[in-house]
């Protein structure tokens, strides 16, 4: 029986991912890195304990195959770690948000981690393991044009607050890893596929004044390197004893720990501040809903 412990980590090729599947290894843990895709996996080359693995979280018949594989291989040593970390944001206004692109961003972000988690169950069970979501500040503190990924993370960090006590009676720890903005492609990838939807540009324009100012907010941000939310994750698997949170920067503790706790309307007249929406007007011309 292998004895050296396991992790199943999603979204190994994205950009929190791909360092996190690195650090793992070097903790002394077989990673199974899965991916989409087991093509863009160059950075694993040579790494002796990352076993790139095809899968996609929005098809169970994809994720049962690669647990069925995992089983294989690990026998009674089970998995000590599942890491959800595959993710997708969706933003713009929810106006203009298509449905698809809605359920897009729950499929992943949502039922995708539902998947895994209960395909891997067994083999966390025999591992005495534990499960580890990654999540985002935006579940704690909902941010205008947003709405979808805020959304899909409130939920699975629902989910993950609920696991943890239905999982107790089995000693399996469920805990959260909330990355602050990070410098990955997910961004840019976000950005490309808003503007590849076809929407109705009066429609579009109602919006044009609020969504200048957001960017030009969001372009004095700074962004941190995926390098410390992979710390994060790191520890959150190798920790003895597991917190219920981890956070990947003091941004994101900030917003967790000290604006979401701020009264309702003071929050969000902070938040409007911050992105240069407050006091932006609407068009005094308005197209009609189609």
Do not use: C
């Not at 040579?46 to 790139?52: A, D, H, S, T």
């Not at 629902?158 to 602050?180: F, I, K, S, Y």
């Not at 941190?224 to 003895?240: F, G, K, L, S």
């Amino acid at each position: 029986m292998n004895t050296t412990p396991a992790v199943l980590l999603t979204g190994a090729n994205g950009g929190i991912g791909t360092p996190a599947a690195l650090r793992l290894a070097e903790a002394g843990r077989i990673v199974y890195a899965g991916m989409r895709g087991t093509d863009r996996h160059g950075a694993f080359d040579g790494v002796e304990r990352i076993r790139p693995l095809p899968l996609d979280v929005t098809d169970p018949a994809s994720v049962a195959e690669a647990l069925g594989r995992i089983a294989a291989e690990r026998g009674e040593a089970g998995l000590q770690a599942v890491v959800n970390n595959a993710g997708v944001i969706v933003q713009g206004p929810l106006e203009l948000v298509p449905d698809a692109e809605l359920h897009r961003q729950f499929d992943v972000n949502v039922f995708g981690p539902v998947r895994v988690i209960r395909a891997a169950l067994p083999l966390l069970r025999a591992g005495r393991g534990r499960i580890v979501n990654v999540g985002a500040p935006t579940a704690y503190v909902p941010v205008p044009f947003h709405a979808p990924i805020a959304a899909s993370k409130a939920a699975l960090h629902a989910m993950t607050t609920a696991l943890r006590t239905e999982l107790a009676a089995w000693d399996l720890p469920v805990t959260a890893v909330v990355p602050g903005l990070v410098d990955t492609p997910l961004f840019k990838k976000a950005a490309e596929a808003r503007r590849a939807v076809a929407i109705d540009p009066d429609r579009a324009a109602l919006y044009r004044e609020q969504l200048a100012a957001v960017k030009r907010a969001e372009s004095g941000q700074r962004a941190a390197p995926p390098d410390r939310a992979a710390e994060a994750i790191v520890e959150a698997v190798t920790a003895r004893r597991v917190k219920a949170r981890y956070f990947g920067g003091s941004d994101a503790r900030t917003m967790v720990t000290l604006v979401a706790k701020l009264p309702a309307g003071l929050r969000e007249r902070l938040i409007a501040r911050v992105l240069g929406v407050r006091g932006v007007k609407a068009p005094t011309t308005v197209a009609p809903a189609s």
